[in-house]
């Protein structure tokens, strides 16, 4: 597990706040021998709402999803599709970080022996924090510039992905994403390299905010 602390000044953000961005490395459980699990996978499922009725972090969630998708169609990967006890699972970590104050990974091996996730074989998780309501995708470039996160979001052995963000009352965000394996997926086998850093799709740090 590695964590990589960001101290660029952002002419934007800088006039409102001293900025503080935290991400850590994912943590990959893969358990493809078929020992535990369902003999099928969960369908793919609708992701949040994007348009502005939607709550922020909905919207946020959407477009950190999104963004996954081009970056993996850019360079010849299958996409992941929304599973949503997986965005449940992002949204409670999310939450319980914050509560805590403490940027960690939770024990994904739990996670993953639950009965709701029987259907999956193998999980990968990336998470990140910021010290004000920071744009989708400056979390996004953030994880695409970090090896250990990229290696997640470009990995072609994840065929689902669930989002989930939190904005904390002090003003923070914290977010998970957590990618996963169906037991019955067609996809080449989770892999422990890390793809290079260009081209990012969407390198622009915009989107939707806690804000």
Same mark, same amino acid.
């Given at each position: ?47 949040? /709402?994007?348009?502005?009725? %939607? !709550?922020?972090? &909905? +919207?946020?969630?959407? *477009?950190?999803? @999104? ?22 699972? /992002?949204?409670?970590?999310? %939450? !319980?970080?914050? &509560? +805590?104050?403490?940027? *960690?990974?939770? @024990? ?27 744009? %989708? ?75």
């Amino acid at each position: 597990m590695t964590t990589h602390r960001h101290a660029r000044h952002r002419t934007l953000l800088g006039v409102l706040y001293a900025l503080a961005l935290t991400t850590t490395g994912c943590v990959v459980v893969d358990t493809t021998d078929g020992s535990i699990g369902a003999a099928t996978g969960p369908a793919p499922q609708t992701p949040p /709402a994007a348009g502005s009725e %939607a !709550a922020p972090e &909905e +919207r946020m969630a959407r *477009e950190i999803f @999104d963004r996954v998708n081009d970056e993996r169609r850019e360079r010849g990967i299958e996409p992941v599709e929304w599973n949503e006890e997986l965005a449940g699972v /992002a949204r409670d970590w999310s %939450a !319980a970080m914050a &509560e +805590r104050g403490v940027l *960690e990974h939770q @024990d994904v091996q739990e996670v993953l022996s639950r009965d709701a996730l029987s259907g999956f074989a193998g999980m990968g998780e990336n998470i990140f924090t910021a010290s004000g309501p920071v744009p %989708a995708g400056f979390a996004h470039v953030g994880w695409m510039r970090s090896d250990g996160h990229r290696v997640n979001v470009l990995n072609p052995g994840w065929n689902r992905l669930g989002v989930g963000i939190y904005c904390a009352p002090d003003g923070s965000v914290w977010a998970a994403q957590e990618f996963g394996r169906t037991v019955d997926a067609d996809r080449p086998e989770v892999s422990r390299e890390t793809p290079p850093v260009e081209p990012i799709a969407r390198p622009q740090e915009d989107g939707p905010s806690c804000a």
